[in-house]
Each structure stands twice: as C-alpha cells, then as structure tokens.
C-alpha cells in the first residue's frame, strides 16, 4: 500500500448519487481525527473492471461496491473472502498491502448487528424465520442468520425457482415455500425478513397479510428509505417489535472503515441522527 498519510476510499455504483455512504464514513473520518476523504464514484458497469483495476494507482486505500456491481466486481479482484464467496457478491474491496485487492461482504454482519442493536438478546433459534426475496441481500441475510444458528428458514420470492436454486444451493435450514403461500408462512415464526425492493419510495406496498404473525415475532427490513415501510408500520400497528434498514447499513459500513483506516468506529445515536435526516424526502 502506498505511503500516503492521507486515506481514500469510495463507494463505486451505477449510479450512485443516492448512497448515504459518504456522509457516514466522512462523518467518521472527521470525528475519529483522521486525515482523508470518502467519495462517490459513478462507475458504468462495461467500465468496473479498469475502474477497480485503477484503485491502488490513485491511492484508495479501497472502496465500498453497490448496485449493480456486487457481483460483477468479483471478477476483478485477486482475493476473496471466504464468507464473500459463499454469498457469491462482495460489498468492499481493501487494497492490501502489496497493492493486489481484496473482495469482503460485510452485509450479513451489518444485518445480524442491526437485530442485536435493536434486541441485545435476539437470537437466531428461537423459530422459524420467513425470508422474502432471493437476490444479493438475501443471500447475505440467510447465510448469516444459518451461521447464528437458525433452525429452520422459509425463503419465497415472486420467481419461485430462484428461492428454489438458492435453498438447494444452501441447504438444510432453507427451504423454499410458494409466494402463493406467504401469508400462512409466518404462522408460527420468531423473525419476518423482507430484502426485496417493495415497499421502498416510488414501489409499491409488499402484499403480505400479516394476520398469522405472532405478536412476539421481530419484523425486520432491509429498506431504509423510507426509514418505517408499509411493512414494518403495518407490524408496529399490531404490537410487533420492528427494524429498519439502516442498522444493517451502519453496521456494515464499520469493518470497511476499519480495514480502510485502522479505526473500528462506533455508530451513535448523533450519527443515527445525521443520517436519518438526509433521508426525510
């Protein structure tokens, strides 16, 4: 890695105007006294690959990777991180001291802390849990809430053959269920997880009848604009415990500063605050 006191990083997608990432690693950077800068990088997907290749040579010390690159960039990098490759999608990538880079996926941890943030108690074994969505978040999110433990993961989605391809990818605890039959899907469960984009501003409501969750159960959601979905206003109406999405993405974002700038930093509630005020639109 190049000598530079001065640390940069990034967050490089397509586009990439709406990422909330440089306000919060910027507000670290700034809080924690250390020199550098944190920047948006509009990358066009036929440009990733000599975008990335041109990291070490500006000097970034790494960048985060967003949509729609989260696949695509794992092609680009020299290393993998074994937890990233069962995801199949890295989120960060961290020039190594040799200058050859590294992929990550931080957004099971990000996830995983979000729960324990909200419930210092939750854990993943206490029943079954519903997963709707079977794109890069959920595979983020199942992976990690099997590592916890989890003893049995219902995952549907609108294409049932892609819940189908990841439950037998992944195996025993997921299995797949009909999207015909969600609402009866969370008869008996401990936690509700929504990764898929309805619900999200300018998309309309998730269709999901809540009538059979249990009222224990924890409803959680990986959108955090805006920061209370249809879903989870709907759960919070009927006594259930929520989450929102922006744990998962204040949680994810600390090991990449860490690896990126030597600090683990912590998420206050003054930070929390700063970052939900960029996001009442």
């Known amino acids: 890695m190049s000598s530079h006191s001065y640390g940069l990083a990034g967050v490089m997608g397509w586009p990439v105007a709406h990422s909330r990432s440089p306000k919060l690693h910027n507000y670290w950077l700034e809080k924690y006294g250390l020199p550098g800068a ?17 990291l070490a040579a500006l000097g970034f010390r790494g960048c985060n990777i967003t949509i729609p690159h989260k696949v695509d960039a794992m092609a680009f990098v020299d290393d993998i991180d074994a937890n990233a490759k069962r995801v199949g999608a890295i989120n960060t990538i961290v020039v190594q001291p040799d200058d050859s880079l590294k992929g990550f996926n ?6 995983i802390q979000s729960l324990l943030d909200a419930q210092p108690d939750w854990r993943a074994d206490t029943g079954p849990i519903t997963v709707l969505g079977a794109g890069g978040a959920a595979r983020a999110v199942v992976l990690s809430l099997a590592d916890r433990g989890a003893k049995e993961i219902r995952l549907l989605n609108r294409t049932p053959e892609k819940a189908q391809a990841l439950a037998s990818e992944f195996g025993a605890p997921v299995k797949a269920v009909a999207w015909a039959d969600r609402h009866a899907a969370l008869s008996d469960i401990a936690l509700l997880v929504n990764t898929t984009s309805q619900g999200m501003h300018g ?35 009927r006594g259930n415990a929520t989450v929102n999405g922006l744990g998962m993405l204040l949680n994810q974002a600390r090991p990449a500063f860490q690896a990126w700038f030597g600090v683990m930093p912590e998420i206050t509630p003054e930070l929390r605050r700063a970052i939900e005020a960029t996001l009442q639109s």
């Open 203 to 237: 998309t309309p409501a998730l269709d999901l009848d809540l009538t059979a969750l249990p009222q224990r159960a924890l409803v959680s959601d990986a959108i955090y604009v805006p920061l209370e979905t249809p879903l989870l206003q709907a759960a919070r109406l």
């Open 38 to 54: 944190y920047v948006q990088l509009a990358v066009a997907p036929e440009t990733l690959g000599v975008a990335i290749a041109g």
């Open 106 to 111: 931080h957004d099971g941890f990000g996830y």
